[in-house]
Nanobody, 123 residues
């Protein structure tokens, strides 16, 4: 049984940093692309970025230069380092794994999801 566990969220002031973690069981992260999404109140879940199995990454423009995804294959974990946080980054953040193809920015391309972790950025 595959399980993803998101953690690391919290309350931070604008300009601060947080590191989110996503730990997997029942699945080897190194084999798959792992993405981060976020969902703000009243809004649809949106794509933030992805780390491909080869190690390369891709981010949406709104977080480029501020967010970075990394992997620790020994711990079967993926991380989202968030710097220079803004109030508009406030959302529940989810990691997700895609086993097959599909558009990386679409939620339906992902097979497994974490439970989410709340990030709140105060101004």
């Amino acid at each position: 049984q595959v399980q993803l566990v998101d953690s690391g969220g919290g309350l931070v002031q604008a300009g601060g940093s947080l590191r989110l973690s996503c730990a997997a069981s029942g699945l080897t992260f190194s084999t798959y692309g792992v993405a981060w999404f976020r969902q703000a109140p009243g809004k649809e879940r949106e794509f933030v970025g992805i780390s491909w199995s080869a190690g390369n990454t891709y981010y949406v423009d709104s977080v480029k230069g501020r967010f970075a995804i990394s992997r620790d294959n020994a711990k079967n974990s993926v991380y989202l380092q968030m710097n220079s946080l803004k109030p508009e980054d406030t959302a529940v953040y989810y990691c997700a794994v895609r086993l097959y193809g599909g558009r990386v920015s679409e939620t339906r391309a992902y097979n497994y999801w974490g439970q989410g972790t709340q990030v709140t950025v105060s101004s």
